[in-house]
């Protein structure tokens, strides 16, 4: 008689179930972990990228472990880039653009960039070996399930940013007011030839939100009797969108916009940009930036809108600039302003000069000569609480410096002189970040009270 023998039912989780577990490890879990740790620092929302994620996983729970580990590495790779655009105020289309000039950066002097390097080279190993596990579930209600945890994990992504609202992905919504420092206080109409004209973007300055210390620093050091002497000073802020060279655009083309509507000569006269207004009165113009021309293209576009004349890095460093490092590794800011009244000393006309400063792009590292290590001596009190925003400030600090040095000397030619950010500095932790007005950069405008021509 043949033996009949009955086997026991598993005891424990349905394969089903397992493959379901399986697929929300990697496809809610690891797809997202490294985005939900700074749910409590802060950082962009992301709730459209979680609910991508999730889909594309039920999408592709069925295909080959190759495809579905292609598909991951895009996901991530997406959640990335829009993870930076939301950081530096960017449109997704901006910053493709701009992925272009990557090589020109050193993301490797910065040890946040190398740290988030690992985390994400880490999830990426850790998915292809995960992937091994089946995660074909097919159970209905599974996939209502899955469909749940998605629409819960987005929810509450959107629920912890709701305190930083505004504080990203900063582009010019269609028909917005515009409004610049240039505009405000009045610069362009000083144009007649009795005087120079200084315009001066600072990288990342940003107008305090509610911080007294970080008030009090902001343009410091023109409050001075010297400075009060020989300039009306006045200050205000300004509304911005998008980052840098969009800032550019603002000031010095009077709308919204960014520097690729430039790059064609025919249209970029047509906005008749404040450098080539000046040019036809009279003025020479001439351009400063402590970093490389190929870098956005400036050594482009900066000729299109009226500059006759422009120097980048290796033209400063043959002047004596020293190197200072950084993820923007260039001139030290600190030793332009004696290069730009060198300048102004020399000229035979009147002269509008444009500098745009580098320094202070973030994260601001220790070391590599940027003079920003013992920040303590900047403020006590931001060292303690808020030491990446107590060393940006120490590079503010050796500009604001160096440069009232220069405009309060005995031979410095009649000038007027507007300071002013080109966007908030985009710090990713809500600690650092909601330290700034989202939404507006401070100005300073220095009024030359005198009314003699600048000397040749």
């Known amino acids: 008689m043949t033996a009949i023998t009955m086997e026991a039912p598993e005891a424990g989780l349905s394969a089903d179930f397992k493959k379901f577990l399986n697929w929300t490890l990697i496809w809610l879990g690891l797809a997202n972990i490294p985005f939900m740790a700074m749910w409590f620092v802060g950082a962009p929302p992301r709730y459209f990228e979680i609910a991508l994620a999730g889909l594309v996983g039920l999408v592709v729970k069925r295909m080959p472990r190759i495809v579905q580990w292609m598909a991951f590495t895009g996901i991530i790779a997406y959640s990335i880039l829009s993870f930076v655009a939301g950081l530096f105020n960017l449109g997704m289309s901006s910053l493709l653009y701009s992925m272009q000039f990557f090589a020109e950066i050193k993301p490797s002097n910065s ?58 992905f900063r582009e010019a919504p269609a028909g917005a007011n515009f409004e610049s420092a240039v505009e405000k206080s009045g610069l362009a109409s000083r144009a007649d030839g009795k005087r120079h004209l200084i315009l001066i973007m600072v990288e ?21 009797s010297a400075i009060q002497a020989r300039y009306d000073v006045s200050q205000g802020t300004s509304l911005y969108y998008n980052s840098t060279t969009a800032g550019e655009f603002r000031e010095m083309c009077g709308q ?96 509008f000069l444009y500098w745009l400063t580098l320094n202070a792009h973030l994260p601001v590292p220790t070391g590599l000569n940027l003079n920003a290590d013992d920040c303590a001596k900047v403020s006590p009190e931001l060292a303690k609480d808020f030491p990446m925003i107590c060393r940006q400030f120490a590079i503010f600090d050796d500009i604001d410096k160096a440069l009232v040095k220069e405009i309060t000397a005995s031979d410095f030619p009649e000038a007027d002189i507007l300071i002013v950010g080109d966007h908030m500095p985009p710090y990713f932790d809500r600690h650092n970040r909601s330290q700034f007005d989202p939404e507006r950069v401070p100005w300073l405008y220095l009024k030359h009270k005198g009314a003699s021509r600048p000397k040749s």
């Open 111 to 168: 040890i946040e960039y190398i740290a988030a390097a690992a985390v994400i080279f880490a999830i990426l190993v850790a998915s292809w070996f995960l992937l091994k596990r089946d995660t074909n579930f097919s159970k209905p209600l599974y996939i209502l399930l899955g469909g749940t945890l998605i629409f819960g994990l987005a929810a509450s992504d959107f629920a912890m940013g709701q305190s930083m609202r505004g504080h990203y």
């Open 256 to 351: 919204w916009g960014d520097y690729y509507e430039l790059l064609d000569p025919a249209q970029a006269a047509k906005l008749n940009c404040l450098p080539a207004m000046l040019a036809t009165k009279g003025y020479a113009t001439h351009a400063i930036h402590s970093f490389k021309g190929e870098f956005f293209k400036r050594a482009e576009w900066y000729p299109n809108i009226g500059f006759q004349k422009q120097e980048f890095w290796p033209d400063l460093q043959e002047k004596g600039a020293e190197w200072c490092g950084g993820v923007f590794a260039g001139a030290c800011d600190r030793q332009i302003p004696k290069l730009l009244a060198d300048s102004l000393k020399q000229a035979d006309k009147p002269t």
């Open 204 to 224: 990342s300055l940003g107008v305090p939100n509610d911080n007294q210390v970080i008030a009090d620093k902001l343009f410091a050091y023109y409050e001075n």
